[in-house]
């Protein structure tokens, strides 16, 4: 079974600038979760999707993150502008719902100059 | 936002002992408990999860539930360098299942 997919692995970019993320879920999984890890830090939920709708993005930043799930499969994530504090690493993650353990894929770290 | 509670370590322990990581958490209804395992620079690795009051065996690995005691812990036995990393313990609140995670313990088997 293949895992969650996510590109890119790493992004550089400069505050101010836009960055987007890609997430591939596990085949059949309805839940995906986006989370971001600090250094040193617990993952901290960002928004989570139940096929295509938002059950809960109580976390996210709207003022600069966005996400969207269209087709209830990929994920993207995106930031418009980015700040300096949003430099951590951006995990994705899928479950097939309900209390069933998520697994998550590589994840994407962000470094902003 | 409810609090997931680790002791960061680090937790050091010879090669063939057991390995004790230990988790409380403030949200009394939370219903599920999960441990993780991540290596320096990787992605979480799913360990354990727990349900039930009680205790649940998967080869080296035990995690132990209290509910009352608001308590989870995991216990690896004949730990092994490999298993050096950070463990997250990971619990979904009273209503909805996003986790809430732990800061995480950071566990050396020394040889």
């Known amino acids: 079974e293949a895992g969650v997919a996510q590109s890119p692995r790493y992004k550089i970019i400069e505050k101010r600038q836009s960055v987007a993320f890609w997430c591939n879920p596990i085949s059949g999984h309805a839940t995906l979760y986006w989370y971001q890890q600090i250094l040193g830090q617990g993952p901290k939920l960002l928004i989570q999707?139940?096929?295509?709708?938002?059950?809960?993005d109580s976390q996210l930043p709207k003022d600069r993150f966005s996400a969207e799930r269209l087709k209830g499969v990929d994920s993207t994530l995106k930031i418009q502008p980015a700040k300096l504090e949003d430099s951590a690493v951006y995990l994705c993650?899928?479950?097939?719902?309900?209390?069933?353990?998520?697994?998550f894929g590589d994840g994407t770290r962000l470094s902003i100059l | 936002q409810k609090e997931v509670e680790q002791n960061s370590g680090p937790l050091s322990v010879p090669e063939g002992a057991i390995a004790s990581l230990n988790c409380t958490y403030s949200?009394?209804?939370?219903?599920?408990f999960f441990w993780y395992r991540q290596y320096s620079g990787k992605s979480p690795e799913l360990i354990m999860f727990i349900y039930s009051n009680g205790d649940k065996e998967d080869g080296r690995f035990t995690a132990q539930l209290n509910k009352a005691s608001q308590y989870v812990s995991l216990l690896i036995r004949d730990s092994q360098p490999s298993d050096s990393a950070t463990y997250l313990c990971?619990?979904?609140?009273?209503?909805?299942?996003?986790?809430?995670f732990g800061k995480g313990t950071s566990l050396l088997v020394t040889p």
């Open positions: 999707f139940q096929n295509n709708g938002v059950v809960d």
């Open positions: 990971a619990v979904t609140p009273n209503s909805g299942y996003a986790l809430n």
């Open positions: 993650a899928s479950s097939l719902g309900g209390s069933q353990p998520q697994h």
């Open positions: 949200d009394r209804g939370s219903q599920s």
